[in-house]
């Protein structure tokens, strides 16, 4: 338990009569960076916010830090941190005004933190929060989330409406962090390339179950395409493990696989008399295959 | 704290080969071609994730691989030693070996282009010479 952040078991979620999470189990070490991974839809939200019980859950279990999520310690919350997918709150205060709002819950605030992100950042602390652009306002209650440096820290789609010199910033901040003390940050987003530079282990979403979940070097090695050309026809004959998707004419074939080891290749070769290129597939590639 | 190793890694992270791996790649290539010289210590983990924008996790998990390869060894206090001699010439036919993945690419990308291969040594040529 003590080494996870995030430990959920056999979680099931209805919203109204659609199962969004069926009987899933998912546990987020500490210390990692983690990106959940999951199309529009794919119950990415609604993961996030059983994990943090802002809502309830039907079946199953949730640890946060060590603690239930439907009856938080008042110790934890001051250990959490979370910026929900899009919050416009009190839109007539200015940034100064709801960041001195939102230290006040808190036991300890590194004030000299947050002026340094708003620096960074290009943020008036005099500017009004309602005439705030949806990036800025986005940058602003990430600022907030970290304000009180928690030891867990959930995003949904951070971000989602930050342009790519604010997405950089943000990915800095994020690196920063983890590198200077021990801090778990889990995250949700579709921006595969964001994820790639920073985190070190992903979920993949797919029908409300994890599809993958694991170190994010070990999915790029197992999830793999390639062309095989062989001399005989192999339209009909392929029969391989870990297909994923196949595309092929007489002699030629493009699969994808999933579960690939190097003996494999070898393996078809000799089977097919093949020719085989494998190739590498990032990210963004690996998600649309596992997507289809 | 002298012999630290100034260079830079080319990390490309939207490449199908993890990043860690490309980092490993890269330590090796370089010691092979002499560009680091063994007892030079390498940049700290915090420096290259600083400099490259990465995980930190992904430089630790590239040093220590390196580590149990016998490439790097560890001293306390002052960072990762690179221990490895440099290739020598004997290891020519493994450093050809590293080659020929790009060279198929190459390969392939010029059948496209219906050029001879002697057209494409020459442009390699040209290239070295430049």
Redesign the interface.
Known sequence: MADFAIEMKNVSKELGRKKVLRDLSLAIPKGSVFGLLGKNGAGKTTLIKCALGLVRIQAGGITVLGDDPGNLHEDTKQKLGYVPQSDRIYPWLSVKQIINYTASFYSHWNDQLVHSLLNDWDLDSNDKVGLLSEGQAQMLMIILALGHEPQLLIFDEPVASLDPAARRQFLKTILKIVSDRECTVFFSTHITSDLERVADRVALLKDDKIDFCGELDVLKDEVKRLRIVAPVDISEELNISGLIFCERSHHEAIISVRGFKPEMKIAIEKQLKAEIEVEDLNLEEIFLELNR | MKNKAKYYFQIN?????????QIIDQVKTHIATGRIKPDTFLLSV?QV??EL??????VS?AYSTLEKEGVLGYVRGQGMKVKMKSHARADLKKRERELIPLL?EVKVKASQLSLQPKKVIDLLKALWEE
């Open positions: 992270t939207s490449s199908g080969v993890p990043i860690y791996r915090r994730a600083g924008e990465i995980n930190p996790m992904t998990k198929r």
